[in-house]
């Protein structure tokens, strides 16, 4: 992976006031480079109506397009990736469909998860979570909060493993000095930005915020 896009992820979710899609474009216009797009349990037609759509956006702002868990979507639409969940497809098997050109990230809560997810191929990148609780995502994993990351890292560390590892759930604009000063390599955020006042403002002053650290 050559793009320093995944510092910053912004996943898309939807609420009463925003679609995935609208989320999407106030993430690009808040000056954010990496779109997820989660759309869990949606009618396939509809997700890749919606896919195309966000991936045309994606391309206008050279922007990198993540599909979550649907790797045959992510290959017939020629995505610039996919990102699997714990119980999605395993990642040596999406490796083998998509090939070395598609970006693959992979869910962990531990360093077992990371274990796992290493046999037999190496992800682009970890999403790890949540940092603390949030409602933008069911079946929720252990809470890791600053002291949980610093040992996976510590143990990914003396494992040699080097692959970026991005903080995800729950996170706001506050809580991403300390998250980068303990190892975190990127952060991914949703509802923080598609909650806050002013969405497009929200991303801007995170983005300066990791900028200037």
């Known amino acids: 992976m050559t793009s320093n896009n995944y510092k910053l992820q912004f996943i898309t979710h939807h609420n009463d006031r925003y679609s995935n899609i609208d989320s999407a474009r106030i993430a690009l216009e808040g000056g954010c480079r990496w779109i997820q797009l989660r759309m869990k349990d949606a009618d ?19 922007a990198t397009f993540i599909i979550d868990d649907n790797v045959l979507l992510a290959k ?6 996919v990102h699997l969940g714990k119980n999605d497809m395993p990642v040596a098997e999406a490796r083998k469909i998509l090939g070395n050109q598609f970006i693959i990230g992979a869910t962990v809560n531990s360093f077992d998860d990371i274990l796992h997810h290493l046999q037999g191929a190496t992800p682009d990148y970890f999403g790890c979570g949540p940092f603390r609780f949030t409602s933008t995502k069911k079946n ?19 494992n040699n493993i080097h692959i970026p590892l991005v903080a995800i759930g729950g ?6 000095p300390q998250l980068l000063a303990n190892g975190v390599n990127g952060i991914a955020l949703s509802g923080s930005i598609l909650n ?6 929200e991303m801007q002053d995170i983005i300066n915020i990791i900028t200037n650290l």
Do not use: R, S, W
């Not at 017939?76 to 990736?81: P, R, S, T, V």
């Not at 929720?140 to 003396?158: C, N, P, R, S, V």
């Not at 806050?196 to 403002?201: C, F, G, M, W």
């Open 44 to 62: 396939p037609t509809l997700m890749e109506e919606t896919a195309l759509i966000v991936q045309n956006m994606c391309n206008t702002y050279n």
């Open 76 to 81: 017939k639409i020629n995505a610039d990736g």
């Open 140 to 158: 929720l994993a252990t809470i890791l909060g600053i002291e949980g990351y610093k040992l996976i890292i510590k143990q990914m560390h003396d």
């Open 171 to 176: 996170i706001g604009k506050d809580d991403i």
């Open 196 to 201: 806050a006042n002013n969405p497009i403002k």
